[in-house]
């Protein structure tokens, strides 16, 4: 059950897009399309951003957004506002049934 | 709306046993699978254990597998934790979580501080 491997830290300037990898193998990430994303600022719990790969649930805005090819997801988040500065997420299943999740990417706002 | 509280949580000396408690709300909590996630001081979130809506089946990360158990009530709404063996880098923040299967979590409690220390 190794972590899911994410980039220790991002930055972007507002208005800018950004882009977070989030690289598993052919056992979660790349085996099932059950990757999902949460954002956590300091303090708090993590929210739910991004399911099943691509799906936003109701009230998360629409700069968010998540893909995947192979054994690599990505969450994009389009139009950087200030308080999208916060730690980011990604998660999987896994074929032994469990989760994973990646160690995290902290995202500066320039 | 959603609520999960924890409770439980404190400091407790290694190799020790501790239950940790979450009182669910506002939603039909024998309808959905319930997690378990830990997240020590200044680090990543890890996932501990899920369990399915009506308590039939179980699984846990290898970190915890063999020394903690996660159960719940469905008539008093309620998802436990048990805790034995205790080790030090056991010391986290634990959230429960309402599940979609082991696909994601949606809604989390607000997490309960758990300090493994002699």
């Known amino acids: 059950q190794s972590a899911l491997t994410q980039p220790a830290s991002v930055s972007g300037s507002p208005g800018q897009s950004i882009t977070i990898s989030c690289t598993g193998t052919s056992s979660d990430v790349g085996g099932y399309n059950y990757v999902s994303w949460y954002q956590q600022h300091p303090g708090k719990a993590p929210k739910l951003l991004i399911y099943?790969?691509?799906n936003r649930p109701s009230g998360v805005s629409s700069r968010f957004s998540g893909s995947k090819s192979g054994n690599t997801a990505s969450l994009t988040i389009s139009g950087l506002q200030a308080e999208d500065e916060a730690d980011y997420y990604c998660s999987s299943y896994t074929s032994s049934s469990t989760v994973v999740f990646g160690g995290g990417a902290k995202l500066t706002v320039l | 709306q959603v609520q999960l509280v924890e409770s439980g949580g404190g400091v407790v000396q290694p190799g020790r046993s501790l239950r940790l408690s979450c009182a669910a709300s506002?939603?039909?909590?024998?309808?959905?699978?319930m997690h378990w996630v830990r997240q020590a001081p200044g680090k990543g979130l890890e996932w501990v254990a899920v369990?399915?809506?009506?308590?039939?089946?179980?699984n846990y990360a290898d970190s915890v597998k063999g020394r903690f158990t996660i159960s719940r009530d469905n008539s008093k709404n309620t998802l436990y934790l048990q805790m034995n063996s205790l080790r030090d880098e056991d010391s986290a923040e634990y959230y429960c979580?309402?599940?979609?299967?082991?696909?994601?979590?949606?809604?989390w409690g607000q997490g309960i501080l758990v300090t493994v220390s002699s």
């Open positions: 369990i399915r809506y009506d308590g039939s089946n179980q």
């Open positions: 979580a309402r599940g979609h299967g082991s696909s994601y979590v949606d809604h």
């Open positions: 506002g939603f039909i909590f024998s309808s959905y699978d």
């Open positions: 099943e790969v691509n």
